[in-house]
């Protein structure tokens, strides 16, 4: 083999030139795409465009090298916006910056002891209620920004909404979002028409940031100040990208790694903080226009923050003139296309089960109230285990067969035999009525944990206070062996 050939074998792939080719302009695009909502989120935050800027190029350039999924994007986005909003609101960017970095922090620790398994338990339908309350939480945030304005802002969101609306029918090269930006942006210029702007929000950055430490006092009370709001950005950010990252592996039928994109994620954070940042985590939105770009390696995640800061850079004052309509119609869109309306129409209701619904409820309910997505999903899950336990729970059978002669009864027990399930297995046995020998057949049953054991005890207990023998039968080997283990120690003598 020629040493070229060799080098070519040793090649990333995204050298090739077909490869590379692609992820350049899906990358270009998606810094296109990225400028307004980056910006978008900032206003929710509370803090200049700048900072959710910064936020996105330094989450994008890192992760492209340290995370576990490529062609995904990470950026500032809304759902750490929503959540460290009031920590800035009320303590000021410093605090902000701070929450951001130990938010990183905890998530390298929460990776590092593989938390990205747990995603497993969180049912469809608390991911469901999450994404709805999101949808919910950004909608509501544009509301102060349609509150004593200029009547001109009105139409102009209109006008934004039918254009993101209809251009996409037209083609699908450029993001709807920013031609609709640009259109009203000149329009707004153009007719002289007085209304509020980005640039009314605070300055665009000028040049590239700079690493620094936040300016809070080092001290206990700081941490304990800003450990909730870090700890809830931590788990929304991890919950949101993996998420993503499931949804990349299904449309690109591969495999990623969870564990190496949680801690990815908080070395991103950190980066992003020590740079002033305002921390974020994976976007579904961007992700999605990446790889239907043919994006599919690394390069295209680190070209979007590279484009983004010298779009920003060399035409910030451009940017400056951006109508804050323009921005509220793109937020409005986002989340109208977040929200799964198939979750609430009336043929899904009508099937779904009444549990479920409840489920979904109580995640958008929890979400909605608090202002705190982790939250949400926390009270979700948890309300789901109640559910599922007691659905559980019913399917447990006990009946009875006695032999022709009567000296013998044998109870077949089946199902899932676990506390919630268990505690009422005592009160299945006739133990007066039966005959002296009782077999309990456990052949369809699974021991599940001590609970069940304590209360095959109690019903052996009752039965030879009685003179009666009970023998028990159909154990397999899990039951058998957590049965031996447990039997006769769960209670005093």
């Known amino acids: 083999m020629s040493s070229a050939a060799r080098l070519r074998g040793f090649r990333p792939s995204w050298l090739s030139p077909k490869v590379a080719r692609t992820e350049v302009l899906a990358g270009l695009v998606v810094a296109l795409a990225l400028i307004p909502e980056a910006i978008s989120f900032s206003i929710i935050a509370g803090v200049d465009p700048g900072i959710g800027l910064f936020a996105s190029f330094t989450m994008a350039v890192t992760i492209a090298v340290v995370g576990g999924r490529p062609a995904m994007i990470s950026a500032a986005t809304g759902a750490i916006a929503l959540v460290i909003a009031p920590l800035n609101r009320e303590h000021g960017l410093g ?121 809070v006092p080092f001290t206990l009370d700081t941490l304990t100040l800003i450990a909730p709001y870090a700890l809830a950005m931590a788990l929304v950010g991890l919950m949101e990208s993996l998420m993503t990252a499931k949804l990349v592996d299904d449309l690109t039928d591969t495999h990623s790694n969870k564990t190496r994109e949680s801690i990815g994620q908080g070395i991103a954070n950190i980066v992003t903080g020590f740079f002033g940042g305002m921390g974020g985590c994976a976007m579904i939105g961007q992700t999605m226009i990446n790889v239907r770009n043919g994006a599919r390696t690394r390069l295209s995640t680190f070209l979007a923050g590279v484009f983004l800061m010298v779009l920003c850079i060399v035409f910030g004052p451009v940017v400056s003139t951006i109508p804050m309509a323009a921005l509220v119609a793109v937020m409005i869109l986002v989340a109208f296309a977040t929200f799964d309306w198939h979750s609430i129409a009336p043929a899904t209701l009508k099937r779904m089960p009444a549990g479920e619904l409840i489920v979904m409820a109580v995640t958008v309910a929890a979400v909605v109230a608090t202002h705190n997505l982790a939250i949400g999903v926390v009270l979700g899950s948890l309300t789901a285990m109640v559910i599922f336990a007691r659905r559980v729970a019913h399917l447990v059978n006990v009946t009875a067969v006695v032999d022709p002669e009567g000296h013998q009864v044998t109870y077949s027990v089946t199902g899932a035999l676990f506390f919630a399930s268990s505690n009422d297995l005592v009160y299945q046995f006739d133990y007066a009525g039966d005959p002296d020998r009782v077999i309990v057949d456990l052949t369809g049953a699974h021991i599940w944990d001590a609970s069940s054991v304590a209360a095959l005890d109690a019903v052996t207990t009752k039965y030879e206070a009685r003179g009666k023998t009970v023998e028990i039968i159909g154990l397999n080997t899990h039951s058998a062996k957590m049965h031996d283990t447990l039997s006769g120690e769960l209670t005093s003598h």
């Open 95 to 215: 605090y902000l910056v701070a929450a951001v970095i130990l938010g990183g922090v905890i998530q390298v620790v929460l990776g590092s002891l593989g938390v990205a398994r747990l995603m497993r338990f969180v049912p469809r339908s608390v991911m469901v209620g999450f994404v709805n309350a999101l949808a919910i939480l950004i909608f509501a945030a544009q509301i102060p920004e349609m509150r004593d304005v200029p009547w001109a802002v009105y139409p102009l969101v209109a006008a934004g909404l039918a254009l993101m609306v209809l251009f996409p029918k037209v083609t699908k090269a450029v993001p709807a979002p920013l031609v609709s930006i640009a259109i009203l942006t000149v329009i707004t210029v153009a007719a002289g028409i007085a209304v509020p702007t980005v640039g009314d929000k605070g300055a665009l950055p000028s040049s590239l940031p700079v690493p620094g430490l936040p300016d």
